[in-house]
């Protein structure tokens, strides 16, 4: 059966490229501006405050996993009231050592493990939208320890070490979003996959993108009415459900001409048109090019 979910990361194509211990102590704040990449943190000790712009502040316990799939700003800070510091992720991420916030002094209040990685795909952002703004999960070992073997290869030089993080990306990446799904998530694919009817066409709609599907159809899948499935299928992904269907073609469509050498006519045939003319006509109207000149265009 189809894993929408794994298939959704392996297009994304994640790689983490950076990794750091991060401590604070005393008096401090620091204020992040939007970054765009997806970012991670993990606490080993302690305990500190994360207030993500658009999101309820959080209190980030030992154990604690936070994944900020496109990353807004966010203030980070410990108890005390403070003038949080403004920093630019992009410089940031270029101090090397070990990053200490406050009290330079003493031993430090809070341990974490932060970083980001970076989406090797042009629908990074299409993927991402389909994905809760902030997952906060407590107290899952297994997450922290996948967080310090990214900080652990990334700091060394072993042979093999790009597809090392590649993978471990991949898998941090899955761990934190099956653990997050639930239906109390926002619209999108988590939603979805946590609605045993919708997840069902979701499931049939990756499985099998070059059926000419239908919304009864796919309603069918789901053992629902047409418009009990569509009303149900939207409020949980957000999206209706030929423009999911569509979506997801598009964003297979262009991995295809990015990093396969297929005749256009196979493109097509694979994401569900009946012919190369019909595909770029959708594609073009869709992605704003034809799909010759965006294979051109796009670093494969």
Same mark, same amino acid.
């Given at each position: 059966?189809?894993?929408?979910?794994?298939?959704?990361?392996?297009?994304?194509?994640?790689?983490?490229i950076f990794s750091k211990s991060i401590t604070g102590a005393g008096?401090? @704040?620091?204020?992040?501006?939007?970054?765009?990449?997806?970012?991670?943190?993990?606490?080993?000790? *302690?305990?500190?405050?994360?207030?993500?712009?658009?999101? =309820?502040?959080?209190?980030?316990?030992? #154990?604690?996993?936070?994944?900020?799939?496109?990353?807004? @700003?966010?203030?980070?800070?410990?108890? =005390?009231?403070?003038?949080?510091?403004?920093?630019?992720?992009?410089?940031?991420?270029?101090?090397? #050592?070990?990053?200490?916030?406050?009290?330079?002094?003493?031993?430090? =209040?809070?341990?974490?493990? *932060? *970083?980001?990685?970076?989406?090797?795909?042009?629908?990074?952002?299409?993927?991402?939208?389909?994905?809760?703004?902030?997952?906060?999960?407590?107290?899952?070992?297994?997450? %922290?320890?996948l967080v310090r073997l990214v900080a652990e290869e990334a700091q060394?030089?072993?042979?093999?070490?790009?597809?090392?993080?590649?993978?471990?990306?991949?898998?941090?990446?899955? =761990?934190?979003?099956?653990m997050s799904g639930s239906k109390d998530t926002p619209p999108g694919?988590?939603?979805?996959?946590?609605?045993?009817?919708?997840?069902?066409?979701?499931?049939?709609?990756?499985?099998?993108?070059? +059926? %000419?599907?239908?919304?009864?159809?796919?309603?069918?899948?789901?053992?629902?009415?047409?418009?009990?499935?569509?009303?149900?299928?939207?409020?949980?992904?957000?999206?209706?459900?030929?423009?999911?269907?569509?979506?997801?073609?598009? @964003?297979?469509?262009?991995?295809?001409?990015?990093?396969?050498?297929?005749?256009?006519?196979?493109?097509?045939?694979?994401?569900?048109?009946?012919?190369?003319? %019909?595909?770029? %006509? @959708?594609?073009? +109207?869709?992605? *704003?090019?034809?799909?010759?000149?965006?294979?051109?265009?796009?670093?494969?």
């Amino acid at each position: 059966m189809s894993d929408p979910l794994t298939q959704v990361i392996e297009l994304m194509r994640p790689r983490a490229i950076f990794s750091k211990s991060i401590t604070g102590a005393g008096p401090w @704040a620091v204020r992040y501006s939007a970054f765009g990449q997806p970012g991670f943190c993990a606490v080993l000790e *302690g305990r500190c405050r994360l207030m993500v712009d658009g999101e =309820e502040p959080a209190t980030l316990e030992q #154990g604690d996993f936070v994944l900020l799939p496109a990353t807004p @700003a966010f203030t980070m800070s410990g108890f =005390e009231p403070v003038i949080p510091t403004q920093l630019d992720p992009r410089s940031a991420s270029s101090t090397a #050592g070990e990053v200490r916030h406050g009290r330079a002094n003493g031993p430090a =209040e809070v341990r974490l493990l *932060g *970083g980001y990685f970076a989406f090797d795909t042009p629908d990074a952002a299409l993927l991402v939208s389909l994905l809760p703004s902030m997952i906060h999960i407590r107290g899952v070992e297994r997450l %922290t320890t996948l967080v310090r073997l990214v900080a652990e290869e990334a700091q060394a030089e072993n042979v093999g070490r790009e597809l090392v993080l590649t993978r471990l990306a991949e898998i941090l990446l899955i =761990e934190a979003l099956r653990m997050s799904g639930s239906k109390d998530t926002p619209p999108g694919l988590l939603h979805g996959l946590s609605d045993v009817r919708v997840a069902k066409a979701l499931r049939d709609m990756h499985g099998d993108p070059q +059926r %000419t599907w239908t919304v009864i159809e796919l309603a069918d899948v789901a053992g629902m009415s047409r418009s009990a499935f569509f009303d149900r299928f939207t409020r949980a992904v957000g999206l209706r459900p030929m423009e999911y269907l569509m979506a997801w073609r598009m @964003a297979v469509a262009k991995d295809m001409l990015r990093h396969d050498d297929l005749p256009l006519d196979e493109v097509a045939r694979r994401v569900g048109y009946g012919s190369a003319s %019909t595909f770029s %006509t @959708a594609f073009s +109207r869709h992605v *704003g090019q034809p799909p010759g000149r965006y294979a051109r265009t796009q670093p494969s």
